[in-house]
């Protein structure tokens, strides 16, 4: 495999996560919550 497909796949995986946590942050802030910022 070419360096760029893994990087790109490694990529978008990493953007999944993201997507869900940031999600789950905006999910939690409309309950009234406030979100703990992971490091």
């Known amino acids: 495999m070419k360096p760029d497909a ?5 990529s978008a995986v990493g953007w999944r996560r993201l997507e869900r946590t940031v999600a789950e942050r905006r999910h939690l802030t409309s309950l009234g919550f406030q979100p703990k ?3």
């Open 6 to 10: 893994i990087g790109c796949h490694r």
């Open 37 to 39: 910022v992971r490091p």
